[in-house]
């Protein structure tokens, strides 16, 4: 087997910032609920126009000059995401043709907000293999355009953002250990019931609002808290590393208390416990890759560093990655 380096990383945030204070004049809500419930103060929304895949190919560009990898030797880019540019064809093409990689296989992924490391997962596979070389992972989320911002139970926790991270052949891993489940018995807890096979966009789906997510949130609360603390410990297992030894948890940013009862489960200090939630709120896929970007950013990862990503999302699946950054 070959080893899988992850050779850089980037991130991109639209720049228009939208606040609690801006949502108290859109729904039925207050600055105090939105921070006490959830940690988040204000997103970022992309201006009309912008897709999946613009935030994603900007983002991919920074991650790509880090690695020092040209967009021609690209052998393969995934994209992650619940909002693609469009169902067919894959955000992963449109951002090929942006980035001018014309030797790279595309496709996208769906595993929600555990897509990044679903993806980072299956990038380390096709370099281990020897099949490929040089991978692109790219989570890209627009999320506020399956948002319901009527409903103010759901319109308050999510934003835009997209993250990048390139995955090359090295001398060694950086990822030690993963874990990645799902439950296909609780699809009714997050979904965006239309727009694909099972209810096609029609009259009756526009009515009834069927083409904005809908969650439980009560639900999922419950669930992530366990699925997140059992996910992390046994990607650890495998990696055969000491909760002891982890120098940074960089959880998925849905909720300021899931992540605080996760660490306190897993018996993590807050200080080791990456947040960026207050900022962003809930990006789905993109949120882990770019809380790993600005720790990384903001010299809190260093080499040798072990870093532990733990996520959960609509599906239901929920992933952890043990890594070393190298
Ligand atoms: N402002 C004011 N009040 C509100 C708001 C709001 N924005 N939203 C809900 N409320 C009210 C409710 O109507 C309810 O009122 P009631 O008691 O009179 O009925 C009350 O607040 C409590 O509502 P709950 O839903 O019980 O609030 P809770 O404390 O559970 O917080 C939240 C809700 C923040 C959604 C929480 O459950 C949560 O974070 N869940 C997890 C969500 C998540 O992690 N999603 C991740 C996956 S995302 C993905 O995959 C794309």
Not at 66 to 82: C, E, N
Not at 254 to 281: C, F, H, W
Request: hydrophobic share 45%.
């Amino acid at each position: 087997m070959k080893c899988a380096k992850i050779a850089g990383l980037g991130k991109c945030l639209p720049s228009k910032i939208l606040t609690n204070a801006d949502l108290e004049k859109m729904v039925d809500t207050t600055d105090e609920w939105i921070t006490t419930r959830t940690g988040i103060k204000e997103r970022r929304i992309v201006d009309k126009g912008v897709a999946a895949s613009h935030l994603g190919v900007e983002a991919s560009k920074i991650a790509l000059e880090r690695a020092g990898i040209s967009p021609s030797i690209i052998d393969l880019i995934i994209v992650t995401t619940i909002t693609p540019d469009t169902q067919f064809p894959s955000t992963a093409c449109y951002i090929q043709e942006a980035l001018g990689a014309s030797r790279a296989a595309c496709f996208d992924l769906s595993a929600a907000c555990s897509g990044f490391v679903y993806g980072l997962t299956t990038a380390v596979q096709f370099v281990k293999t020897g099949l490929y070389k040089n991978v692109l992972v790219v989570s890209s989320e627009v999320l506020s355009a399956i948002t319901d911002w009527q409903d103010r139970s759901t319109c308050v926790l999510f934003g835009d953002g997209a993250g990048a991270a390139v995955i090359t052949e090295g001398d060694q891993d950086s990822v030690l250990g993963v874990y990645m489940g799902s439950d296909g018995s609780e699809t009714e807890v997050l979904s965006l019931p239309a727009g694909g096979s099972r209810i096609p966009t029609s009259q009756y789906s526009l009515d009834n609002r069927l083409h904005y997510m809908k969650m439980q949130g009560n639900e999922l609360f419950r669930i992530a808290v366990r699925v997140m603390v059992d996910a992390a410990k046994r990607a650890l297992k495998k990696a055969a590393v000491n909760v002891a030894d982890i120098s940074l948890l960089i959880p998925h940013q849905a909720n300021e208390r899931i992540i605080t009862a996760v660490a306190k489960r897993l018996r993590i200090p807050q200080d080791k416990v990456y947040m960026n939630i207050s900022r962003y709120g809930n990006m789905s896929s993109a949120s882990t890759i770019v809380a790993f970007c600005e720790a990384w950013e903001e010299g809190l990862i260093k080499s040798g560093d072990i870093v532990v990503l733990d996520t959960f999302g609509g599906g239901l699946v929920w992933a952890s990655a043990v890594i070393k950054w190298l």
